[in-house]
């Protein structure tokens, strides 16, 4: 079944007792027993809904994987992972990676006792000094969020498999349409439904993929013990989102070029940051490993003034100002101040989040409306 295919069929099939041919709303909370353990398969919705049970198999399916679990947010996703640990373990972490994981990691579970490297992957041998006996976990975000680095997932694998590490890799910003973690070595595939997965900015999940049947095992486990399950109404939307998401993402791409091109060019702009340019420094990796560049562009300004940057993204119309990303209409960010405040400055800086860094997600709009857009906020600057 071929990719396409897969968003439309996978994991899904006509309701047995109507014949509708969309996955129903289960809209219970519990199921009727004939004997006590005697049940069709459901008895309580935080441990199997039909609407999310569907979901599950369908990205999973997507991702080449054998088990998908879903939960109430991406940052959901991220607890019950990091839940894997135990008090000690190490975990190497992207350096550059979206502000809501790096609180989780040093406010919450830093307080557990699992400590954090931040380190930047885009070149593999930075790794090695920061693995020992302790390390249990690589946690990488490719493209990363916001700079669009690229990280090698195959050379990860490697790494991990070598060191008997867990490889977990958030695939929100390419999806499984541009590319697919689990057929390049990583163990568990993390998303944030949120964004391109849903596509239409009115739900919030998160899901974890894997193969593996002892790590899904784990997984179930804690989604059952801890309890942070989306309902069905939302899993029924992200279910209808994904039907279109191989178009989606053609257009997103599509216009990303057109855009990262447009800024590329302009004289106002100091650096763009996307994949597919081929001054990006893991342009070739980004090549081998995705089948396209997504639309995810981040920029900054010359001269690096902070007021610019906020003049810029208060003067869009199109490019609507708001956290989030991935829907089919085109966002602005400010990240120093919006997605990644949670990240102390002198970090931030370091990665290269300074204050006039502007971060698009590039919608499905006409590309000359977008264009003309952008244009005008930067001539107020």
């Not at 005697?38 to 999973?60: C, M, Q, V, W």
């Not at 790096?102 to 699992?114: C, H, L, Q």
């Not at 593996?212 to 069905?232: H, R, T, W, Y």
């Not at 060019?265 to 990006?280: A, C, R, S």
């Amino acid at each position: 079944m071929k990719f396409g295919t897969k968003t439309i069929h996978a994991g899904q099939t006509a309701d047995p007792t109507t014949g509708a041919i969309m996955t129903p709303i289960y809209q219970t909370s519990t199921y009727i027993q004939k004997s006590p353990g005697d049940h069709k398969g459901f008895e309580y919705s935080r441990t199997g809904n039909p609407t999310r049970n569907t979901l599950e198999k369908n990205i999973a399916a997507l991702e080449n994987g054998k088990h998908g679990l879903c939960f109430g947010s991406g940052l959901a996703a991220v607890d019950a992972i990091i839940k894997l640990l135990s008090p000690g373990d190490e975990v190497i972490s992207t350096n550059d990676l979206y502000g809501g994981t790096y609180r989780i990691f040093t406010k919450v579970f830093e307080n557990f006792g699992i400590k954090f490297h931040f380190v930047g992957m885009e070149n593999i041998s930075n790794l090695d000094s920061y693995i020992n006996s302790k390390t249990k976990m690589i946690w990488a975000e490719t493209p990363t969020n916001p700079m669009l680095n690229i990280i090698d997932i195959k050379a990860l694998s490697i790494i991990s498999k070598k060191n008997k590490l867990t490889l977990v890799v958030d695939n929100t910003f390419a999806t499984p349409f541009l590319q697919r973690p689990l057929d390049l070595g990583a163990d568990i595939v993390m998303h944030s439904l949120t964004k391109y997965m849903g596509g239409h900015s009115d739900v919030v999940m998160g899901a974890a993929i894997c193969k593996d049947d002892a790590i899904a095992e784990k997984l179930f486990f804690i989604q059952n013990s801890c309890g942070a399950v989306p309902g069905p109404m939302d899993s029924f939307l992200v279910l209808r989102g994904i039907k279109t998401l191989h178009i989606r993402m053609q257009r997103h791409c599509e216009n990303g070029k057109e855009i990262a091109t447009f800024l590329n060019n302009h004289p106002k702009v100091d650096k763009v940051y996307w994949p597919g340019l081929k001054t990006h420094p893991n342009y070739s990796v980004a090549k081998n490993q995705m089948d396209n560049f997504g639309g995810m562009i981040s920029f900054n300004l010359i001269g690096n003034n902070l007021n610019d940057a906020i003049t810029v993204v208060s003067n869009t119309h199109y490019f609507t100002l708001a956290e989030s990303l991935g829907g089919v209409e085109s966002l602005c960010g400010h990240p120093a101040s919006m997605t990644h405040a949670a990240i102390p400055k002198i970090e931030r800086e370091k990665t290269g989040v300074v204050d006039s860094l502007i971060r698009l997600s590039v919608g499905i709009e006409d590309i000359n409306d977008l264009v003309n857009d952008l244009e005008q906020a930067l001539s107020k600057i």
